[in-house]
């Protein structure tokens, strides 16, 4: 079965700079990555979402890049805010079979 | 338009003892998913329902079942409750397989098992 890597865990930022978030998966038959924000307490919202034919995808500050032949894809953020501060979950989907197999989350802090 | 709502917010049960947590998907929507959220963990699948039929299951005991209704609502049953069952159980819905793979979750019910 599919399985998703993601690093860092933890990943402390100043105000300003940029963030990089990084993952990987197993199953070459994943074909959908969302990345979803959850805030302390709250549902997982998703951020922005990629799918296996398109290699990368901008909304305002954020971005991912999808790297099929080397099975990862990443997460970017730029010019990061303290309300950007939340725990970042990727995922791979196979659609065929629809459940979306988590990486493991990081926890971002942006401090101000 | 409402989005996912999950009932209820909270729910205390001793172990051994069955919980019943419910969800209505965004309206529209016909594929309903459960994932358990465990504290410090992430999260993991536990099943899939899309009109009416299980669909996809999670690697997850016998014990936790569900069901989807006709009105695409659905019900996530977890007998013989156990201490580790204690965790976040999120719903998701999407439009349904095959139209849009989008998943949007639910605020989550939060079972503590004492």
């Known amino acids: 079965g599919e399985n998703v890597e993601q690093h860092p865990s933890t990943l402390s930022v100043q105000e300003g700079d940029s963030a990089v978030i990084k993952c990987t998966y197993s199953?070459?038959?994943?074909?959908?990555f969302p990345w979803y924000k959850q805030e302390l307490g709250k549902r997982p919202q998703l951020i922005i979402d990629?799918?296996?034919?398109?290699g990368e995808k901008k909304d305002q500050r954020i971005a991912v890049t999808l790297n099929k032949t080397a099975k990862h894809f990443s997460l970017h953020i730029t010019e990061t805010q303290p309300e950007d501060s939340a725990v970042y979950f990727c995922?791979?989907?196979?659609?065929?079979?629809?459940?979306?197999?988590f990486g493991t989350g990081t926890r971002l802090l942006v401090s101000p | 338009e409402a989005g996912v709502t999950q009932s209820p917010t909270h729910l205390i049960k001793t172990r051994g003892q069955q919980a019943t947590l419910r969800c209505s998907p965004i309206?529209?929507?016909?594929?309903v998913y459960w994932y358990q959220q465990a504290l410090g963990l992430g999260l993991q699948f536990l099943l899939w329902?899309?009109?009416?039929?299980?669909?996809n299951r999670g690697n997850f005991p016998p014990r936790f079942s569900g069901r989807q209704f006709p009105n695409y609502s659905s019900e996530l049953n977890v007998n013989a409750l156990e201490l580790e069952d204690s965790a976040l159980y999120l719903c998701?819905?999407?439009?349904?397989?095959?139209?849009?793979?989008?998943?949007?979750f639910g605020p989550g019910t939060r079972l503590l098992v004492l």
């Open positions: 995922a791979a989907v196979n659609t065929g079979f629809q459940k979306l197999v």
């Open positions: 990629i799918r296996s034919n398109v």
């Open positions: 329902y899309d009109e009416g039929e299980e669909r």
């Open positions: 199953d070459s038959a994943s074909n959908y």
């Open positions: 998701a819905s999407s439009l349904g397989s095959g139209e849009e793979e989008t998943q949007y």
């Open positions: 309206s529209g929507h016909t594929s």
